[in-house]
Protein backbone atom coordinates (compact mmCIF):
# COMPACT_ATOMS: atom_id res chain seq x y z
CA UNK A 1 0.00 0.00 0.00
CA UNK A 2 2.92 2.67 1.19
CA UNK A 3 4.42 4.43 -2.33
CA UNK A 4 6.88 1.81 -4.28
CA UNK A 5 10.77 3.41 -3.58
CA UNK A 6 10.92 3.25 -8.00
CA UNK A 7 14.32 1.57 -8.55
CA UNK A 8 15.18 -0.76 -11.39
CA UNK A 9 17.68 -4.11 -10.85
CA UNK A 10 19.40 -3.32 -8.25
CA UNK A 11 20.98 0.42 -9.01
CA UNK A 12 21.04 2.39 -5.91
CA UNK A 13 18.75 5.35 -5.70
CA UNK A 14 20.09 8.02 -3.63
CA UNK A 15 18.58 6.76 -1.17
CA UNK A 16 -2.81 17.13 8.35
CA UNK A 17 -1.65 19.05 5.82
CA UNK A 18 0.98 21.84 6.26
CA UNK A 19 1.96 22.92 2.71
CA UNK A 20 1.66 21.34 -0.68
CA UNK A 21 3.57 23.74 -3.56
CA UNK A 22 2.55 23.23 -7.20
CA UNK A 23 5.25 24.92 -9.14
CA UNK A 24 4.35 25.80 -13.03
CA UNK A 25 5.67 29.00 -15.04
CA UNK A 26 6.40 30.70 -11.97
CA UNK A 27 10.70 31.31 -11.78
CA UNK A 28 11.95 29.60 -9.20
CA UNK A 29 13.68 32.36 -7.97
CA UNK A 30 10.49 33.78 -7.56
CA UNK A 31 8.86 30.73 -5.58
CA UNK A 32 10.42 31.58 -2.29
CA UNK A 33 8.80 34.91 -1.70
CA UNK A 34 5.92 34.05 -3.08
CA UNK A 35 5.95 30.68 0.03
CA UNK A 36 7.83 33.38 2.32
CA UNK A 37 5.11 35.83 2.50
CA UNK A 38 2.63 32.88 3.89
CA UNK A 39 4.57 30.18 5.68
CA UNK A 40 7.95 30.27 7.35
CA UNK A 41 9.98 28.36 5.17
CA UNK A 42 13.49 28.06 3.96
CA UNK A 43 14.21 29.76 0.96
CA UNK A 44 17.30 27.70 -0.16
CA UNK A 45 15.71 24.42 0.43
CA UNK A 46 12.28 25.69 -1.45
CA UNK A 47 14.93 26.86 -4.77
CA UNK A 48 16.51 23.08 -4.02
CA UNK A 49 13.48 21.25 -4.25
CA UNK A 50 12.37 23.39 -7.34
CA UNK A 51 15.54 23.07 -9.20
CA UNK A 52 15.63 19.44 -8.37
CA UNK A 53 12.34 19.31 -10.04
CA UNK A 54 12.90 21.19 -12.84
CA UNK A 55 16.44 19.32 -13.68
CA UNK A 56 14.06 16.06 -13.81
CA UNK A 57 11.65 17.47 -16.01
CA UNK A 58 14.58 18.57 -18.86
CA UNK A 59 15.72 14.95 -18.32
CA UNK A 60 11.98 13.62 -19.03
CA UNK A 61 11.40 15.66 -22.18
CA UNK A 62 15.20 14.68 -23.14
CA UNK A 63 14.57 10.93 -22.71
CA UNK A 64 11.25 11.60 -24.22
CA UNK A 65 12.38 13.05 -27.17
CA UNK A 66 14.50 9.67 -27.89
CA UNK A 67 11.12 7.69 -26.95
CA UNK A 68 8.27 9.78 -28.60
CA UNK A 69 5.80 6.94 -28.39
CA UNK A 70 6.20 6.91 -25.04
CA UNK A 71 4.79 10.58 -25.24
CA UNK A 72 2.00 9.48 -27.02
CA UNK A 73 1.24 6.71 -25.07
CA UNK A 74 1.04 8.55 -21.58
CA UNK A 75 -1.12 11.30 -23.25
CA UNK A 76 -2.98 9.08 -24.70
CA UNK A 77 -3.82 7.60 -21.37
CA UNK A 78 -4.10 11.31 -19.74
CA UNK A 79 -6.68 11.76 -22.12
CA UNK A 80 -8.38 8.74 -21.32
CA UNK A 81 -8.34 9.73 -17.52
CA UNK A 82 -9.57 13.14 -18.18
CA UNK A 83 -12.75 11.86 -19.57
CA UNK A 84 -13.76 10.87 -15.10
CA UNK A 85 -13.11 15.13 -15.00
CA UNK A 86 -16.34 16.83 -13.96
CA UNK A 87 -17.18 20.59 -14.25
CA UNK A 88 -19.09 22.77 -11.99
CA UNK A 89 -19.12 25.27 -9.56
CA UNK A 90 -19.23 23.91 -6.28
CA UNK A 91 -15.12 22.63 -5.73
CA UNK A 92 -15.74 19.91 -3.40
CA UNK A 93 -18.85 18.34 -4.80
CA UNK A 94 -17.29 17.91 -8.55
CA UNK A 95 -13.87 16.58 -6.92
CA UNK A 96 -16.00 13.67 -5.45
CA UNK A 97 -17.61 13.35 -8.93
CA UNK A 98 -14.23 13.20 -10.71
CA UNK A 99 -13.12 10.85 -8.34
CA UNK A 100 -15.63 8.47 -8.29
CA UNK A 101 -15.91 8.72 -12.34
CA UNK A 102 -12.16 7.65 -12.13
CA UNK A 103 -12.56 4.84 -10.32
CA UNK A 104 -15.13 3.42 -12.41
CA UNK A 105 -12.50 4.09 -15.29
CA UNK A 106 -9.94 2.26 -13.96
CA UNK A 107 -12.34 -0.74 -12.67
CA UNK A 108 -11.93 0.00 -9.20
CA UNK A 109 -15.37 -1.11 -7.21
CA UNK A 110 -16.83 0.72 -4.40
CA UNK A 111 -14.84 -1.15 -1.74
CA UNK A 112 -11.95 -1.50 -3.51
CA UNK A 113 -8.21 0.29 -1.77
CA UNK A 114 -6.77 2.24 -4.41
CA UNK A 115 -2.75 0.48 -5.43
CA UNK A 116 0.23 3.10 -6.90
CA UNK A 117 -0.98 6.21 -6.93
CA UNK A 118 3.15 6.87 -8.05
CA UNK A 119 2.61 4.11 -11.29
CA UNK A 120 -1.01 5.60 -11.92
CA UNK A 121 0.52 9.02 -12.07
CA UNK A 122 3.66 8.22 -13.89
CA UNK A 123 1.07 6.16 -16.43
CA UNK A 124 -0.60 9.53 -17.49
CA UNK A 125 2.86 11.38 -17.99
CA UNK A 126 4.26 13.19 -15.20
CA UNK A 127 7.11 11.63 -13.28
CA UNK A 128 7.14 10.65 -9.71
CA UNK A 129 10.57 11.42 -7.55
CA UNK A 130 10.47 10.80 -3.59
CA UNK A 131 12.97 13.49 -1.92
CA UNK A 132 13.32 15.41 1.61
CA UNK A 133 11.82 18.40 1.58
CA UNK A 134 11.38 21.01 4.20
CA UNK A 135 8.83 20.03 7.15
CA UNK A 136 5.90 22.12 5.53
CA UNK A 137 6.22 21.15 2.08
CA UNK A 138 4.23 18.36 1.25
CA UNK A 139 4.56 18.21 -2.06
CA UNK A 140 5.94 20.09 -5.55
CA UNK A 141 4.72 19.62 -8.92
CA UNK A 142 7.02 21.54 -11.86
CA UNK A 143 5.07 21.71 -15.53
CA UNK A 144 6.36 22.20 -18.92
CA UNK A 145 3.64 24.76 -20.03
CA UNK A 146 4.83 24.45 -23.97
CA UNK A 147 3.43 20.81 -23.89
CA UNK A 148 -0.02 20.41 -24.72
CA UNK A 149 0.43 16.57 -22.73
CA UNK A 150 1.07 18.66 -19.53
CA UNK A 151 4.38 16.49 -18.55
CA UNK A 152 5.43 17.25 -15.01
CA UNK A 153 7.70 15.96 -12.69
CA UNK A 154 6.32 15.53 -8.76
CA UNK A 155 8.24 15.43 -5.64
CA UNK A 156 7.20 13.80 -2.80
CA UNK A 157 8.08 14.58 0.62
CA UNK A 158 10.00 11.33 1.94
CA UNK A 159 10.26 12.30 5.37
CA UNK A 160 6.35 12.25 5.91
CA UNK A 161 4.64 8.65 6.45
CA UNK A 162 3.26 6.76 3.92
CA UNK A 163 -0.34 7.45 4.00
CA UNK A 164 0.21 11.04 4.53
CA UNK A 165 2.41 10.72 1.05
CA UNK A 166 -0.37 8.57 -0.47
CA UNK A 167 -2.54 11.41 -0.22
CA UNK A 168 -0.12 14.29 -1.36
CA UNK A 169 0.41 11.91 -4.66
CA UNK A 170 -3.75 11.93 -4.77
CA UNK A 171 -3.74 15.90 -4.55
CA UNK A 172 -1.48 16.08 -7.16
CA UNK A 173 -3.13 13.53 -9.37
CA UNK A 174 -6.35 15.76 -9.18
CA UNK A 175 -4.14 18.85 -10.59
CA UNK A 176 -2.71 17.25 -13.39
CA UNK A 177 -6.14 15.46 -14.56
CA UNK A 178 -7.66 18.80 -14.32
CA UNK A 179 -4.69 20.66 -15.95
CA UNK A 180 -4.70 23.23 -13.17
CA UNK A 181 -3.12 26.22 -14.43
CA UNK A 182 -2.27 28.18 -11.24
CA UNK A 183 1.63 28.87 -10.79
CA UNK A 184 1.93 28.03 -7.73
CA UNK A 185 -0.17 26.17 -5.05
CA UNK A 186 -0.12 26.18 -1.40
CA UNK A 187 -1.90 24.22 0.86
CA UNK A 188 -1.81 25.13 4.63
CA UNK A 189 -4.00 22.99 7.25
CA UNK A 190 -6.88 24.56 8.09
CA UNK A 191 -6.57 27.25 5.80
CA UNK A 192 -9.62 29.25 4.61
CA UNK A 193 -8.05 30.99 1.91
CA UNK A 194 -7.78 28.29 -0.33
CA UNK A 195 -8.85 28.52 -3.66
CA UNK A 196 -11.28 26.49 -5.62
CA UNK A 197 -8.32 24.26 -7.44
CA UNK A 198 -7.11 23.99 -4.47
CA UNK A 199 -10.01 22.73 -2.33
CA UNK A 200 -10.92 20.81 -5.25
CA UNK A 201 -7.63 18.54 -5.00
CA UNK A 202 -7.90 18.25 -1.20
CA UNK A 203 -11.74 16.73 -1.65
CA UNK A 204 -10.48 14.91 -4.62
CA UNK A 205 -7.68 13.15 -2.63
CA UNK A 206 -10.18 11.90 0.02
CA UNK A 207 -12.98 10.93 -1.95
CA UNK A 208 -10.80 8.83 -4.71
CA UNK A 209 -8.75 7.05 -2.01
CA UNK A 210 -11.77 6.74 0.43
CA UNK A 211 -14.97 7.32 -1.26
CA UNK A 212 -18.17 7.97 1.24
CA UNK A 213 -20.05 4.53 0.15
CA UNK A 214 -17.06 2.44 1.26
CA UNK A 215 -16.33 4.43 4.03
CA UNK A 216 -19.57 3.56 5.30
CA UNK A 217 -19.87 -0.42 4.46
CA UNK A 218 -16.36 -0.56 6.40
CA UNK A 219 -17.68 1.33 8.82
CA UNK A 220 -20.67 -1.07 9.62
CA UNK A 221 -18.53 -3.67 9.20
CA UNK A 222 -15.84 -2.97 11.83
CA UNK A 223 -17.14 -0.41 14.24
CA UNK A 224 -16.92 -1.04 17.64
CA UNK A 225 -20.10 -3.40 19.31
CA UNK A 226 -18.41 -5.75 22.71
CA UNK A 227 -16.49 -4.60 25.57
CA UNK A 228 -13.48 -5.82 23.71
CA UNK A 229 -13.75 -3.78 20.52
CA UNK A 230 -12.48 -0.13 20.75
CA UNK A 231 -12.73 3.02 18.53
CA UNK A 232 -8.64 2.36 18.34
CA UNK A 233 -8.68 -0.96 16.76
CA UNK A 234 -11.40 0.28 13.98
CA UNK A 235 -8.81 3.13 13.26
CA UNK A 236 -5.92 0.97 13.00
CA UNK A 237 -8.04 -1.50 10.42
CA UNK A 238 -9.26 1.73 8.77
CA UNK A 239 -6.25 3.18 8.50
CA UNK A 240 -4.50 0.12 6.83
CA UNK A 241 -7.80 -0.53 4.12
CA UNK A 242 -7.78 2.66 2.93
CA UNK A 243 -3.95 3.73 3.19
CA UNK A 244 -4.53 6.70 4.87
CA UNK A 245 -2.96 9.11 7.33
CA UNK A 246 -4.02 8.80 10.93
CA UNK A 247 -5.48 12.82 10.69
CA UNK A 248 -7.38 11.67 7.44
CA UNK A 249 -8.40 8.61 8.32
CA UNK A 250 -9.98 10.29 11.43
CA UNK A 251 -11.56 13.30 9.43
CA UNK A 252 -13.03 10.60 7.42
CA UNK A 253 -14.81 8.88 9.67
CA UNK A 254 -16.34 11.85 11.39
CA UNK A 255 -17.71 13.48 8.13
CA UNK A 256 -18.50 10.33 6.64
CA UNK A 257 -19.69 7.32 9.32
CA UNK A 258 -20.91 10.25 11.55
CA UNK A 259 -18.14 9.03 14.57
CA UNK A 260 -18.21 10.60 17.44
CA UNK A 261 -15.02 13.08 17.33
CA UNK A 262 -14.83 12.79 21.34
CA UNK A 263 -14.46 8.77 20.71
CA UNK A 264 -11.26 9.37 18.67
CA UNK A 265 -9.32 11.63 21.14
CA UNK A 266 -7.47 9.30 22.94
CA UNK A 267 -6.08 8.30 19.86
CA UNK A 268 -5.22 11.42 18.13
CA UNK A 269 -3.87 13.30 21.64
CA UNK A 270 -0.43 14.16 21.62
CA UNK A 271 1.77 11.15 23.00
CA UNK A 272 -1.19 8.62 21.12
CA UNK A 273 1.46 6.34 18.97
CA UNK A 274 0.07 4.98 16.06
CA UNK A 275 2.72 2.09 16.81
CA UNK A 276 0.15 1.09 19.79
CA UNK A 277 -2.58 1.73 17.92
CA UNK A 278 -1.79 -1.31 15.26
CA UNK A 279 -0.70 -2.94 17.95
CA UNK A 280 -3.59 -3.56 19.78
CA UNK A 281 -5.29 -4.50 16.60
CA UNK A 282 -2.75 -6.94 15.59
CA UNK A 283 -1.73 -5.26 12.59
CA UNK A 284 1.56 -4.27 13.70
CA UNK A 285 3.49 -6.23 11.35
CA UNK A 286 1.91 -5.18 8.53
CA UNK A 287 2.52 -1.82 9.62
CA UNK A 288 5.93 -1.91 9.97
CA UNK A 289 6.26 -3.86 6.66
CA UNK A 290 4.49 -0.85 5.34
CA UNK A 291 6.68 1.52 7.26
CA UNK A 292 10.08 -0.28 6.47
CA UNK A 293 10.59 1.90 3.03
CA UNK A 294 8.80 4.90 3.78
CA UNK A 295 11.39 7.36 3.96
CA UNK A 296 13.66 6.59 1.61
CA UNK A 297 14.41 8.65 -1.45
CA UNK A 298 13.42 7.07 -5.09
CA UNK A 299 13.34 8.09 -8.40
CA UNK A 300 11.16 7.69 -10.97
CA UNK A 301 10.71 4.39 -12.11
CA UNK A 302 9.18 5.46 -15.70
CA UNK A 303 12.78 7.66 -16.56
CA UNK A 304 14.78 5.20 -15.08
CA UNK A 305 13.51 2.75 -17.24
CA UNK A 306 14.18 5.06 -20.08
CA UNK A 307 17.58 6.29 -19.32
CA UNK A 308 18.69 2.95 -19.07
CA UNK A 309 17.34 1.87 -22.07
CA UNK A 310 18.73 5.41 -23.87
CA UNK A 311 22.64 4.47 -22.04
CA UNK A 312 22.37 0.66 -23.28
CA UNK A 313 21.80 2.37 -27.18
CA UNK A 314 24.49 5.05 -26.71
CA UNK A 315 21.73 7.96 -26.45
CA UNK A 316 22.24 9.14 -23.18
CA UNK A 317 25.82 9.32 -21.61
CA UNK A 318 26.42 8.58 -17.10
CA UNK A 319 25.14 12.11 -16.04
CA UNK A 320 21.75 12.09 -17.69
CA UNK A 321 21.35 8.23 -16.03
CA UNK A 322 22.88 9.85 -12.55
CA UNK A 323 20.66 12.31 -12.74
CA UNK A 324 17.67 10.44 -12.60
CA UNK A 325 18.82 8.49 -9.81
CA UNK A 326 19.35 11.49 -7.89
CA UNK A 327 23.15 10.96 -7.76
CA UNK A 328 24.50 13.61 -10.20
CA UNK A 329 27.81 14.00 -7.48
CA UNK A 330 28.05 10.14 -7.73
CA UNK A 331 29.39 9.41 -11.73
CA UNK A 332 32.26 7.26 -11.15
CA UNK A 333 30.39 5.02 -8.36
CA UNK A 334 27.17 5.32 -10.71
CA UNK A 335 28.88 4.21 -13.74
CA UNK A 336 30.45 1.26 -11.99
CA UNK A 337 27.34 -0.23 -10.75
CA UNK A 338 25.89 -0.13 -14.70
CA UNK A 339 28.56 -1.96 -15.61
CA UNK A 340 28.16 -4.57 -12.63
CA UNK A 341 24.54 -5.18 -13.73
CA UNK A 342 25.17 -5.28 -17.58
CA UNK A 343 24.03 -2.03 -18.65
CA UNK A 344 26.69 -1.00 -21.33
CA UNK A 345 26.68 1.31 -24.20
CA UNK A 346 25.88 -0.78 -27.48
CA UNK A 347 29.07 0.39 -29.79
CA UNK A 348 27.88 2.95 -32.34
Not at 210 to 239: C, I, N, Q
Request: hydrophobic share 40%; glycine share 6%.
Amino acid sequence: MAPRRHQLAELSVCSGVSLAVLVGDVPVNNVARVLRSSASVLEEDIQAACRRAEDALEDLKLLLAWYPQEAIRTSEAADYARRAVATGSFAKGVAAQTAERLRDLLDLDDEEPVGDIAELIENLGAAVIFEPLPEPIQGVTVRDLSQDSWQAVVLVNSTTWWGRQRYTLAHELCHILYRDSHGVFVNRKDDEDMDDAEIRAESFARHFLAPDLAVREFWSEHAPRGVYDTYGVALAKFMMHFGLSRRASVRTLVEVADVPEEAMGPYTRTGARIETIMREAGLEEQWNRECATQHARGASNWCLSMALDAYRQSLVGVPTVARVLGRSTELVEVERELCEQGYRPTPR
